[in-house]
């Protein structure tokens, strides 16, 4: 009864999928099945040396790093994440996230991880775009591998995005400090799992590692939707 209900709504109010615009399913959330199964997936996450692994190697003691997709421009990839970033979509962050989390799950590497850390935003930033993107990708790796997500222990307190412009050494010293954590007690003894939507120098997640690493008893795990 209920699903005739949402069928005959999608009648005049269709759900579509996010990345190909095709009339979504009733079982269907966001992003079709279809374009689910056609993303590039790496599979790193079955294997502890991994492109993703290995840009932080020698740099700070990472357990296990991943990304679901490869990143390809103009890619069907890159249009959602547009809309995760640009276009006010959490919901494609949110589901995005909870496909990465089922894989995790399957993966021996990953599945023993029990809290899951967005790397945070700026608040300014956060402010204007309303919403912190990597939070949206953490709640869905949350809810999919039942597991609690800690979004508000870790702040930013310096905003990066000159960092272009600034010499290499300036730019180390830049990043070693821009992290906080508020609740230090509330991260001993965990298994983490830091998550950001693209992994490109892995400088970002190297240093909120570091700054979740000064924790006691702690380890730390990587997870982005995808690597450039
Ligand atoms: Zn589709």
């Not at 502890?48 to 990304?67: E, Y």
């Not at 421009?73 to 959602?80: E, I, N, P, T, V």
């Not at 050494?169 to 001993?188: G, T, Y």
């Amino acid at each position: 009864m209920r699903n005739w209900f949402v069928d005959f709504l999608n009648l005049f109010y269709p759900n579509l999928c996010a990345a190909c615009g095709e009339k979504l399913l009733t079982q269907e959330k966001v992003i079709c099945t279809k374009c689910l199964v056609d993303l590039p997936r790496t599979n790193f996450h079955y294997e502890h040396d991994n492109p993703v692994s290995q840009l932080f190697w020698g740099r700070v003691n990472i357990q296990n790093a991943t990304a679901l997709f490869r990143f390809q421009k103009g890619s069907r990839f890159q249009g959602l994440l547009h809309l995760l970033k640009y276009k006010g979509r959490q919901d494609v962050g949110e589901e995005l996230g909870r496909q990465l989390g089922f894989e995790l799950k399957k993966s021996e590497l990953f599945n023993a991880v029990n809290v899951v850390i967005p790397v945070p935003l700026h608040p300014k930033r956060e402010k204007k775009r309303g919403y912190n993107q990597a939070e949206c990708i953490a709640k869905g790796i949350a809810e999919s591998m039942g597991i609690e997500m800690q979004a508000r222990n870790m702040s930013r307190n310096v905003e990066t995005q000159t960092q272009t412009k600034k010499s290499r050494i300036e730019r180390w010293k830049n990043v070693d400090s821009i992290f906080e954590i508020k609740h230090p007690e509330k991260l001993n003894n965990k298994h983490i799992l830091l998550v950001d939507d693209v992994v490109t120098t892995g400088a970002t997640l190297e240093a909120c590692a570091q700054e979740l690493l000064k924790t006691q008893g702690t380890t730390v795990n990587i997870a982005a939707l995808a690597t450039a």
